[in-house]
């Protein structure tokens, strides 16, 4: 069964910091891994897709990397912004559904 | 092109009653999947749907019910509610549910049982 963690639970920092949040998962067979962002109350937006045979994606200030090997991945947030706060989900792909972690509460102070 | 649509955006039902929520996918997507968003457990898979064909169900109990109809518009259904069932339940959209498929989520429903 697949199990996935991401940590921190909760960040906050200033506003112009680079940060990485950490997804760790325990089974490799996936078919791509996806980092999404959800504003209070709303549904997901996607980021960025990884397919499970590539290691890294880029997306602005985004750069999303996978290791599949030690069932790692990190998403990078380079020049944070205050619109960026949000909490920030995984999502391991496989068998046709999500799994996801709990999610990373971000916030960015001006 | 319009997003992932998802009706009613609220809804107050109380115990023992059945609900039907809806979902319609981003034109020309095939797959459409199910999600339960709660404080406790996070997001969790309920099923998923391509051409009218259940391919996974996730572990709830079969008050959980749904369909996809020939228009790739699905709903799920749950009966008897209980007070857990209240959550937010999310829908995705996807071209084909495959390996380079993003999934596009809805609003959701809202869901309050008292």
């Known amino acids: 069964k697949q199990e996935v963690t991401q940590i921190p639970a909760a960040l906050s920092v200033p506003e112009g910091e680079n940060l990485v949040l950490n997804c760790s998962f325990t089974d490799s067979a996936i078919y791509n891994l996806q980092w999404f962002r959800q504003d209070p109350g709303k549904g997901l937006t996607s980021l960025l897709l990884?397919?499970?045979?590539?290691r890294e994606q880029t997306s602005g200030r985004l750069n999303a990397s996978l290791d599949k090997s030690s069932g790692r991945s990190t998403l990078y947030i380079a020049a944070s912004q205050p619109g960026d706060s949000a909490t920030y989900l995984c999502?391991?792909?496989?068998?046709?559904?999500?799994?996801f972690g709990k999610g990373t509460l971000l916030t960015v102070n001006p | 092109k319009a997003g992932v649509t998802q009706t009613p955006r609220y809804l107050i039902k109380t115990r023992g009653q059945q609900v039907t929520l809806s979902c319609s996918p981003i034109?020309?997507?095939?797959?459409v999947s199910w999600y339960q968003q709660t404080p406790g457990q996070g997001l969790q898979f309920l099923f998923e749907?391509?051409?009218?064909?259940?391919?996974n169900k996730g572990n709830f109990p079969g008050r959980f019910s749904g369909r996809q109809f020939s228009n790739s518009r699905s709903e799920m259904n749950v009966s008897t509610l209980e007070l857990g069932d209240s959550a937010l339940y999310l829908c995705?959209?996807?071209?084909?549910?495959?390996?380079?498929?993003?999934?596009?989520f809805g609003p959701g429903t809202r869901l309050t049982v008292l």
């Open positions: 749907y391509f051409s009218e064909t259940q391919r």
């Open positions: 999502a391991l792909s496989s068998n046709y559904k999500l799994t």
């Open positions: 990884i397919q499970s045979s590539q």
């Open positions: 995705a959209s996807s071209s084909l549910g495959g390996e380079t498929d993003t999934q596009y």
């Open positions: 034109s020309g997507h095939r797959s």
